[in-house]
């Protein structure tokens, strides 16, 4: 073992050798402590992740796949009916579905309307604009995931 081991995903035995030294945090090639690097904190890309030892360089990095970017679900996003839609939620109708203003007024005051149907990051990266204009949205199926990405389980 030298230099950096590229673990793909698909390869158990390789993981599982890097779980193993990522709990003990020993080099197993020298007995240092390794420094660890990663993960990126963005929850909706890819980032590399991984073991330095900063004494001998041996080391292992992997490309940490977050759940959210291996969700295959398509999500659907509605914005209920509002009878009295505010600024803000006709600016997000607007902008979402690329329609002047009346439109949207009036669409969102006859019914529930779909504003996003995407895979998770797609949903992810809509929810805080969804959260600004206060309106009420629902996501189905159930969208499981905290506001910093991560899994919820129940
Ligand atoms: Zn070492």
């Known amino acids: ?3 950096l081991d590229a673990v ?3 390869n158990e035995q390789l993981k599982a050798r890097m779980a193993a030294v990522q709990q003990s ?3 197993p090639q020298c007995g ?3 420094r660890t690097f990663g993960p990126g904190t963005d929850p909706t890309s890819l980032s590399e992740v991984g073991l ?3 004494r001998c360089s041996w080391g292992m990095v992997t490309t940490w ?3 959210m970017l291996r969700d295959q679900t398509t999500y659907t996003v509605t914005m209920g009916c509002d009878p009295r ?3 803000a939620t006709l600016r997000l109708l607007m902008r979402q579905l690329h329609i002047g203003v009346l439109d949207a007024r009036t669409r969102i ?8 149907e995407g895979r998770a990051v797609d949903v992810y990266r809509h929810r805080p604009k969804l959260d600004a204009t206060g309106c009420h949205y629902t996501i189905t199926p159930e969208f499981n995931y905290s506001p910093d990405g991560a899994p919820l389980s129940d």
């Open 1 to 3: 073992m030298d230099d």
């Open 109 to 116: 005051q006859q019914g529930d309307v779909v504003i996003l």
């Open 25 to 27: 945090r020993i080099c």
């Open 8 to 10: 793909n995903a698909g």
């Open 65 to 67: 796949c977050p759940p």
């Open 85 to 87: 839609p505010t600024r």
């Open 52 to 54: 330095k030892c900063p």
């Open 32 to 34: 240092a402590t390794l």
